[in-house]
Nanobody
Framework: QVQLVESGGGVVQAGGSLRLSCAAS????????MAWFRQAPGMEREFVAA????????WYADAVKGRFTISRDGATNTALLQMNSLKPEDTAVYYC?????????????????WGQGTQVTVSS
């Protein structure tokens, strides 16, 4: 059974940092893209960042570029999202996802597996 389990969310003041972790299990994720999406209340789920299984290619949403960094530990099937200089508009539930290549990294429907989400709240 494939599982993606997120951790690391919480409440932080604007300008602060958080690191999200996603532990994937249940299958081999070689050849998979792992990604983070987020969903604020009343909004659609939106792409945040993605990384190839090799870790050689990364993609970011314009809204987080330069502030967030995605990384991956292939040995442990763990994806990390380091979030710095957080803003109130970053407040959302953050979801980890995984999908086999080829896929459109920014497209929600292209991902096969999803975690349960972790809440990130940034206070002003």
């Amino acid at each position: 059974q494939v599982q993606l389990v997120e951790s690391g969310g919480g409440v932080v003041q604007a300008g602060g940092s958080l690191r999200l972790s996603c532990a994937a299990s249940g299958r081999s994720f070689g050849g998979y893209v792992m990604a983070w999406f987020r969903q604020a209340p009343g909004m659609e789920r939106e792409f945040v960042a993605a990384i190839m299984s090799s870790g050689g290619s990364t993609w970011y949403a314009d809204a987080v570029k330069g502030r967030f960094t995605i990384s991956r530990d292939g040995a442990t099937n763990t994806a990390l999202l380091q979030m710095n200089s957080l803003k109130p508009e970053d407040t959302a539930v953050y979801y980890c996802s995984a999908g086999p290549t080829p896929l459109s990294v920014r497209t929600v429907d292209d991902y096969s597996y999803w975690g349960q989400g972790t809440q990130v709240t940034v206070s002003s």
